[in-house]
T-cell receptor
Framework: DTEVTQTPKHLVMGMTNKKSLKCEQH?????MYWYKQKAKKPPELMFV???????INESVPSRFSPECPNSSLLNLHLHALQPEDSALYLC????????????FGQGTRLTVV | GQNIDQPTEMTATEGAIVQINCTYQ??????LFWYQQHAGEAPTFLSY????GLEEKGRFSSFLSRSKGYSYLLLKELQMKDSASYLC???????????FGKGTRLSVIA
């Protein structure tokens, strides 16, 4: 199994809603990442979890709240988002934060209305 | 700081060869990666270079020169399905995650 699975694939939410994005991998990877990608732009790193601990937060607003319940799962909790937060949210994992490639999930296309 | 530079757009003909260049300036270096991304889809890993030289994988090859801070991705026998964005990404020293360049949008035409 070399997949990173993200759910849902598409999400439309209002600015007062609370929703969660989910990511799962069963490759035994110990580093997991959230990236945000706007159209025609490269992925921008948001958060990194290493061995289930938050190791990097790229100054992301608190309306985005990551959670790593166990080594296979990574969530991103969303609350009080703005329309400019609409983007493709990508989850990725790698064996460690070291010299291995990252495997990406298919992403969640988020629209905030 | 980190700076990764690649051309914004390129066009090439089906069956031809295209070279996509990437230059980088980082405080450290622990590997350079190339990813392919079709519109609306996730990036998929293509290649990894950490030592100088050429890595070949089928129709795709990637080259690295660490002293010049330079890499290229070479695509041979281009197919229409190769139309995509190609992202150059660099890992700094230590346990830092990938930093992506802005990507090169390649259009393959008949």
């Amino acid at each position: 199994d070399t997949e990173v699975t993200q759910t849902p694939k598409h999400l439309v939410m209002g600015m007062t809603n609370k929703k969660s994005l989910k990511c799962e991998q069963h490759m035994g990877h110990r580093a997991m990442y959230w990236y945000k990608q706007k159209a025609k732009k490269p992925p921008e790193l948001m958060f990194v979890y290493s061995y289930e601990k938050l190791s990097i937060n790229e100054s992301v607003p608190s309306r985005f709240s990551p959670e790593c319940p166990n080594s296979s799962l990574l969530n991103l909790h969303l609350h009080a988002l703005q329309p400019e937060d609409s983007a493709l949210y990508l989850c990725a994992s790698s064996q460690g934060q070291g010299r291995t490639e990252a495997f990406f999930g298919q992403g969640t296309r988020l629209t905030v209305v | 700081g980190q700076n990764i530079d690649q051309p914004t757009e390129m066009t090439a003909t089906e069956g031809a060869i295209v070279q996509i260049n990437c230059t980088y300036q980082t405080s450290g270096f622990n590997g350079l990666f190339w990813y392919q991304q079709h519109a609306g889809e996730a990036p998929t890993f293509l290649s990894y270079n950490v030592l100088d030289g050429l890595e070949e994988k089928g129709r795709f090859s990637s080259f690295l020169s660490r002293s010049k801070g330079y890499s290229y991705l070479l695509l041979k026998e281009l197919q229409m399905k190769d139309s995509a964005s190609y992202l150059c990404a660099v890992r700094d020293l230590g346990n830092t995650p990938l930093v992506f360049g802005k990507g090169t949008r390649l259009s393959v035409i008949a």
